[in-house]
């Protein structure tokens, strides 16, 4: 992707940034530069790679999906304010 110098004065001005003749030629060049990165790494096949959650190969340890309190619903609703068919009620905030 090529930027020109009109296109950073834009985005510079979208983002209420004010930038001079120079540093808007300055940072035309770094944004080139980044581009020109994300280029190179697009053309790189990674057809082949598998993807990875993690840059190292570990696992998280695992406990058993187990119930491990009592149910307190009727109790908390109990002294709720407002409930209404198992349901809390709340005022209305938004109008």
Known sequence: MSLS??????VA?????EISEDEARKTL??????FGLIEQ???VDTSAITPMSH?????????????????QRELFQSIA????????LVPKVIE
């Open 41 to 43: 790494m697009q053309a």
């Open 55 to 71: 840059a190292q190969d570990v696992m998280q340890r695992l406990r058993a999906d187990a119930v491990t309190e009592i149910d």
């Open 13 to 17: 001005n979208l983002a209420r940034i």
């Open 5 to 10: 110098l009109d296109d950073v004065k834009r």
């Open 81 to 88: 304010p407002q409930v209404e068919a198992g349901l809390y």
């Open 29 to 34: 060049t770094q944004l080139s530069g980044i």
